[in-house]
């Protein structure tokens, strides 16, 4: 009776939660929870990871700017071979702002102990360049 009742205030209690509530982009199709609309430019060490597909590149995974040309980001983001670019200085994937710098991935250093069945722990160090 005791876990009977143990488990139904426990239901009780996460049902009771109010719904958390989103921040709605442009187009309504993404959802940030309790987030706040970042300034433009105001967090100048997040990159877009993207891959190359056909002619065109995709957001795959954010990343940190830890140095100059260099990011780090989850290795489950980077664990196939693709053609790889980050973006800085991009507020809106969506629209061409022009303040986006683009930059080729020269080198992807996945932790030799990276294991792809565990996306647990995985970092990644990434070397980029500016493209010619």
């Known amino acids: 009776m005791l876990r009977f009742l143990l488990l139904t205030s426990l239901a009780a209690l ?20 309790g987030g706040e609309v970042a300034r433009p430019n105001s967090w100048p060490w997040q990159i877009s ?17 830890i140095r100059r040309g260099w990011v780090m980001t989850a290795a489950h983001c980077v664990d196939s071979s693709r053609t790889w670019r980050v973006v800085l200085g ?17 080198r992807v250093y996945i932790h030799p102990n990276w294991n792809s069945n565990s996306v647990a722990g995985g970092l990644v160090g990434t ?6």
Do not use: W
């Open 14 to 33: 996460v049902l009771a939660e109010p719904q958390p509530r989103y921040l709605e982009d442009a187009i309504g199709e993404e959802r940030v929870v």
């Open 49 to 65: 990871l993207q891959y190359k597909s056909g002619s065109y590149y995709y957001h795959t995974c954010g990343g940190t700017l």
């Open 90 to 106: 991009d507020h809106d994937i969506n629209n061409h702002e022009g303040k986006e710098q683009y930059m080729s991935v020269s």
């Open 127 to 132: 070397r980029f360049h500016p493209f010619h």
